[in-house]
């Protein structure tokens, strides 16, 4: 596998930020003549070679695509998180941010080409893709030599991916919720043929299963809305299944499966723990908080960023895999608070 130089290898390498490497490079703002002798010294020392010719053609924008049902991203900060840590990375950089939400995968890859090829649009950061449609939107990208960057597992693709280890951190979600002495946890996630949610959904069952037969295990599957989870536990209850824990795969669940605990008189965190993954910041400020799976969304979109716009300036995509996996944290608050019996 060939290797090569990046701004980020410069940067280390002069001891600056990647974001005055670039500003040497393009010729912009005030730097001092040593600092800038310092970045021509390391890209020499790395054979780094910018190609100064994008410069006049690029027009210095970053797209964030999603094929999504809009209903879907509602109440999900995740989201706006990502996109902020985008945004945020791309202003040290002069560049700008444009976000595209498409109703189809096909109507995705035939815009993102058109923008690409039209120079209106340098390269691409995707997210949220559904399974069944990586390989197809994937390829198209190849094919197109357009930069782009996966937020999400794409283990099986030659691609530049940020990611977080959904196995793990569903994992470790759960062995939490047993080690409070929650045995009966409920699996509280939309319907969504996604690799996350497959490697969530394995992490879970393995930490049930090494747990032995005093944990069981039950997926309940339901969007985010109030009607359609309240019918989802609603049958939950009528069936006669146990819970002592929901785990839910958003934080907005994670609200409504509280007021439906409430309603139900059962106490959070007595009678049932919530835990939710994409620890947004208003789960801090319900009555009782709810403990949430910090997923750093900010950290994986100034990933991202900086993945892509070292593919844009070196143009090495058809070279080199890049796969990036970031930490998380269980960000502990009332709705699990319970003494272990």
């Known amino acids: 596998m060939i290797q090569i130089s990046t701004i980020k290898d410069v940067a280390l390498l002069a001891g600056v930020s990647p974001a005055t490497v670039s500003r040497v490079i393009t010729n912009k703002g005030n730097i001092a003549s040593d600092t800038r002798a310092k970045v021509y010294s390391a890209m020499e020392q790395i054979n780094y070679v910018p190609i100064q010719s994008l410069a006049q053609s690029k027009s210095g924008t970053i797209g964030f695509s999603i094929a999504r049902d809009p209903k879907d991203m509602l109440g999900n900060p995740f989201f706006n998180d990502v996109l902020c840590g985008i945004a945020e990375e791309a202003k040290k950089f002069e560049y700008h941010v444009q976000f595209s939400l498409y109703s189809s995968i096909e109507?995705?890859?035939e815009n993102t080409i058109k923008l690409f090829k039209l120079k209106q649009v340098n390269g691409f950061i995707f997210t949220s893709v559904?399974?069944?449609?990586?390989?197809?939107?994937l390829k198209s990208?190849?094919?197109?030599?357009?930069?782009f960057v996966m937020i999400g597992s794409s283990l099986n693709h030659n691609v530049f991916s940020v990611h977080n280890d959904n196995i793990r951190d569903s994992y470790t979600a759960t062995k939490f919720l047993l080690g409070k002495g929650y045995?009966?946890?409920?699996?509280?996630?939309?319907?969504?043929?996604?690799?996350?949610?497959?490697?969530?959904l394995h992490g879970y069952k393995r930490a049930i299963e090494e747990s032995g037969e005093e944990a069981s295990a039950h997926v309940v599957y339901s969007s985010n809305e109030e009607v359609d989870i309240t019918k989802a536990l609603d049958k939950v209850m009528e069936e006669g299944v146990r819970f002592d824990a929901i785990l839910?795969?958003?934080?907005?669940?994670?609200?409504?499966?509280?007021?439906y605990c409430q309603r139900k008189n059962l106490r959070v965190p007595e009678d049932v723990g919530i835990l939710s993954f994409n620890n947004a910041t208003y789960l801090d400020k319900v009555s009782p908080s709810i403990t949430g799976l910090n997923l750093n969304p900010s950290m994986l979109g100034a990933e991202a960023f900086r993945i892509v716009y070292d593919l844009i300036e070196t143009k090495p995509q058809s070279l080199v895999q890049k796969s990036v996996t970031l930490p998380s944290e269980i960000i502990e608050r009332q709705s699990t608070q319970r003494t272990p019996s």
Do not use: C, G, H, W
Request: charged residues 30%; negative net charge.
């Open 141 to 147: 990208m190849q094919e197109k030599d357009v930069p």
């Open 183 to 200: 045995r009966d946890i409920l699996f509280l996630t939309p319907n969504l043929k996604q690799d996350v949610m497959y490697d969530r």
């Open 107 to 109: 109507e995705q890859i």
């Open 130 to 137: 559904l399974s069944s449609d990586k390989d197809l939107l």
């Open 248 to 259: 839910t795969m958003e934080s907005i669940m994670s609200l409504i499966a509280m007021k």
